[in-house]
């Protein structure tokens, strides 16, 4: 399996706010010719914890 884990907290709930601040940070990184992959830890969403990230980026993987 990946080498972390994803663990949803009971009150945390799906911010699309957050998963476009994800999105756009993520696309700020990126070169335009080079693909990379990036850990979630490289990015910081201000008001955002690690685990909301971690949790949000999960999501958007699963969603392909």
Do not use: F
């Not at 756009?24 to 490289?42: F, G, H, R, W």
């Amino acid at each position: 399996g990946p080498p972390y884990t994803i663990r949803k907290e009971d009150n945390m709930k799906r911010d699309i706010d957050l998963i476009r601040k994800l999105l756009l940070a993520l696309e700020e990184k990126l070169p335009s010719t080079t693909p990379q992959i990036y850990e979630v830890s490289d990015i910081e969403v201000k008001g955002y914890s690690q685990e909301e990230l971690n949790y949000h980026a999960h999501l958007l993987v699963d969603a392909g």
